[in-house]
C-alpha cells in the first residue's frame, strides 16, 4: 500500500478523533511544539489506530497533519492541561518513563552481577567458613529510594 493510501486511511479512521473536544487531565499519544515557552497538543491519535498501524506511518501522519511543523519527530505519551484562556498544554510523560526505564536496567545489572559475584567459589567458601558473605556482597539492592536522586527536598 502506498504512503498517500495509508495516510489517507489513517484520516479516515482518526476523523472522529480528530474532531472530538479533549478532556482535561486525560493521556493522549501524538506530537507537541513550544510555544512562549509551553509546550502545547500539536497533534494526536487514538490508541486503536495507534496499536493498528506502523509507527512510521502514525509519524508520519502526525508530522503533516500537525498545525505546526516541528523539528522534533516523534511520538510523545502527554498529559492534556486546558488552561483557562482555552491552551492545550501538556507534561511529556515520555520523558520520565524513559528516566524510570534507565533506573531500573541499571539496578537490575547491579542486582544481577552481585548475584554472579556471590556465586564465585571464594564468594561461597568465605560465606561457609563466617555464615556471611564477604563486605560489599553482603546486601542486595532494593527498589526502594531508586529515584531518590531526583527528591528535591535536601
Same mark, same amino acid.
Given at each position: 500500500m502506498s504512503p498517500e493510501n495509508i495516510f489517507e486511511? $489513517?484520516?479516515?479512521?482518526?476523523t472522529n478523533f480528530f474532531e472530538t473536544d479533549k478532556e482535561n487531565s486525560n493521556y493522549y499519544l501524538g506530537m507537541n511544539f513550544i510555544l512562549d515557552y509551553e509546550l502545547l497538543l500539536d497533534s494526536s491519535v487514538s490508541t486503536n489506530t495507534f496499536l493498528k498501524y506502523? $509507527? &512510521?506511518d502514525i509519524l508520519n501522519y502526525l508530522y503533516y497533519s500537525s498545525i505546526n511543523?516541528?523539528?522534533k519527530y516523534n511520538i510523545d505519551i502527554m498529559k492534556l492541561y486546558i488552561t483557562s484562556n482555552g491552551y492545550y498544554t501538556v507534561s511529556v510523560k515520555t520523558y520520565w518513563l524513559r528516566l524510570v526505564q534507565r533506573h531500573i536496567k541499571k539496578f537490575y545489572n547491579e542486582k544481577i552481577k552481585l548475584i554472579m559475584r556471590r556465586g564465585h567459589i571464594n564468594s561461597q567458601k568465605h560465606f561457609e $567458613? =563466617? *555464615? &556471611? =558473605?564477604? =563486605? *560489599?556482597m553482603r546486601v542486595l539492592p532494593t527498589l526502594y529510594g531508586l529515584l531518590s536522586c531526583y527528591n528535591n527536598k535536601k
Open positions: 486511511e $489513517i484520516y479516515n479512521v482518526e506502523n $509507527i &512510521k511543523y516541528s523539528l $567458613i =563466617y *555464615g &556471611k =558473605y564477604p =563486605y *560489599g
